[in-house]
């Protein structure tokens, strides 16, 4: 987890409230991602950043926008929470390029009520 | 659905053995590889990668093998001791498509 902090780490939300997701880094590295994982799922791609302004999506994005202003913090929202947005949410690095080594973070375990 | 996937979903093992956990792929365009070890309530760490245009990389008690020809992806972790109780998983860099792809995980336990 070293360089790369999420915040918060636990939060418990009301069905159509809006959620932000912090992640920050501290490696200056070009590309950010969003994961959620769930039981039976793995890891699956949210959305994910190729530099500051640069994003796109991923495989289960609806429901989901991001934003990166500084290289460092990548923003994950969820303008009106479901519960089937419950989920623990991973941010993960990498420098290179999208298929090289990622890095994750600790995670944001998310309970929507 | 993901070209990646696991042989066994749970793997228990003595302290003190060897552990294999497998993992096999579909994509022969495939070119690197990545095992990520999850202990629980927290983020994946990575643990080895391999290239390729490799058959075997070691690191300090784990080995990864790579099989091209049955495309096949192993984990060995020597002389299991109770702290590599956790969820592993493999992952893929499908070459061109520029992203990786992940397994579900092995959940390894270790008896005492």
């Known amino acids: 987890d070293a360089g790369i902090t999420q915040s918060p780490r636990h939060k418990v939300t009301e069905t159509g409230t809006p959620v932000t997701l912090r992640c920050h880094q501290t490696?200056?590295?070009?590309?950010m991602y969003w994961y959620r994982q769930d039981p039976g799922h793995g890891l699956r791609l949210i959305h994910y950043?190729?530099?500051?302004?640069?994003?796109d999506k991923g495989e289960v994005s609806d429901g989901y926008s991001v934003s990166r202003s500084k290289t460092e913090d990548f923003l994950l929202t969820l303008e009106s929470a479901t519960s089937s947005q419950t989920s623990v949410y991973f941010c993960?690095?990498?420098?290179?390029?999208?298929?090289?080594?990622?890095?994750f973070g600790p995670g944001t375990r998310l309970l929507v009520l | 659905g993901e070209s990646v996937g696991l042989h066994l979903p749970t793997l228990s093992v003595q302290e003190g053995d060897n552990s294999i956990i497998n993992c096999a792929y579909s994509?022969?365009?495939?070119?690197?590889f990545i095992w990520y070890k999850q202990e629980s309530g927290k983020g994946p760490q990575f643990i080895i990668d391999i290239r390729s245009n490799m058959d075997k990389r070691q690191g300090q008690r784990v080995t990864v093998l790579l099989n091209k020809t049955v495309k096949h992806l192993s984990l060995q972790i020597a002389a299991t001791q109770p702290g590599d109780s956790a969820v592993y998983f493999c992952?893929?860099?499908?070459?061109?498509?520029?992203?990786?792809?992940f397994g579900q995980g092995t959940r390894l336990t270790i008896n005492p």
């Open positions: 490696e200056n590295h070009r590309y």
């Open positions: 950043s190729y530099g500051v302004k640069d994003t």
């Open positions: 994509n022969s365009a495939s070119d690197y």
């Open positions: 992952a893929e860099n499908i070459e061109g498509a520029q992203k990786l792809v």
């Open positions: 993960a690095i990498s420098g290179a390029s999208r298929g090289e080594t990622q890095y």
